[in-house]
């Protein structure tokens, strides 16, 4: 797109690891292989427990903290919830919206739609989440995939896309031993940034970061990145154990 756009990592930790001192040795961990990149952003979305352990404050942080989800109101009786303008408030970074795994718990589009806005309008970088959960061999994915797009975007005005990004998750890949072709995942780029494209218009959209995630792990990172042409990459199991995800950080660091 002649854009030049850092590369970015996120790991999502799910609900794990179970107790705070490993939660703090991954932390250390990535901080100090993150310490060492000049190309590659990375980014923690821990449980909510472990968020203040990733923060710094007073200091800039190496590794930047982002939530794994957010309440689609502001603010108000919503018992267990935690708000977009609370976690900015305490220095987070980023969130993570429309993960397949909430989608499966029940979020539907109009809903993620809401939170996105809600996050971007806290100021927070938002990492929306969209894929299909069968590839079929028609193509009917596709349309499948522009419909869960533009649906998790209504009301979403043109001024804050600028600190929108999408992972494009398919969620047949997610949590499974393989990932997509490096080149079926270059195909899915460039479809999604039209779709957001035909939505926000070109200009509005050609920095705008995509990442593809689903069974990333150190060995198909670089081909990804390299033959993928993904700005990033979102990894579920591999961002929390240690030694793979700093063997993963390295690989994407290299890739030009
Ligand atoms: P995985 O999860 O890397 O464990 O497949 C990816 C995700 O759910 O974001």
Known sequence: MG??????????????PDYVDDAKRVIRETRKIASKFSKTKVVIC??????PFALRSGKPNIVLVGAQDVHEEDRGAHTGSTSALMLKSVGVDYAIVGHSERRKAGEKDDLVAKKVKTALEAGLQTILCVGEDVHDDDGAYLEILKQQIKASLVGVPKKLVKKLLVAYEPVWAIGGKSPME???VNEMVIFVR???ADIFGQENVMATQILYGGAVNFRNAGDIVGKGGVDGLLIGRESVNPSGFAELLKVVEEVI
């Not at 854009?3 to 609900?15: E, F, L, P």
């Not at 821990?46 to 968020?51: A, E, G, H, R």
């Open 46 to 51: 821990p449980p909510f427990p472990f968020i």
């Open 194 to 196: 039209k779709v957001l």
């Open 182 to 184: 490096p080149e079926a």
């Open 3 to 16: 854009v030049a756009r850092t590369k970015i990592v996120v790991g999502n930790w799910k609900m794990n």
